[in-house]
């Protein structure tokens, strides 16, 4: 049975950082890529980073500079650090499976994800 739990969220100030982390089992991070995507309320789901099976990391541009995706395949776990965090990074943040080696950020299919987390709520205030 894969699961992948999200943890890290919180709420936090404008310019702040947070660090979320997702735990996976039932499932190899170091074969597949592993993305984050983001939920606003009232908006449409969006990739904000993924990591190959190599470990190559592609951001969408809003997040390019200030957001880190990176993985840990010995625990399995998949890591995002995001610094100077604006408001409008205020979401829902899934941890996702791609099912495939290799993605880029173009690549990553919001709705058809392999797998999902449940997700941690990150609120940023100004």
């Known amino acids: 049975q894969v699961q992948l739990v999200e943890s890290g969220g919180g709420s936090v100030q404008a310019g702040g950082s947070l660090r979320l982390s997702c735990a996976v089992s039932?499932?190899?991070?170091?074969?597949?890529?592993m993305a984050w995507i983001r939920q606003a309320p009232g908006k449409e789901r969006e990739a904000v980073a993924v990591?190959?099976?190599?470990?190559?990391?592609g951001y969408a541009n809003f997040v390019k500079g200030r957001f880190t995706i990176s993985k840990d395949n010995a625990k399995n776990t998949l890591y995002l650090q995001m610094n100077s965090l604006k408001p409008e990074d205020t979401a829902m943040y899934y941890c996702?499976?791609?099912?495939?080696?290799?993605?880029?950020?173009?690549?990553?299919?919001?709705?058809?994800?392999?797998?999902w987390g449940k997700g941690t709520l990150v609120t940023v205030s100004s």
């Open positions: 996702a499976a791609d099912g495939r080696p290799k993605a880029t950020i173009a690549a990553i299919d919001v709705y058809g994800m392999d797998y």
């Open positions: 039932g499932y190899s991070t170091s074969n597949h890529a």
């Open positions: 990591v190959d099976d190599d470990s190559r990391a």
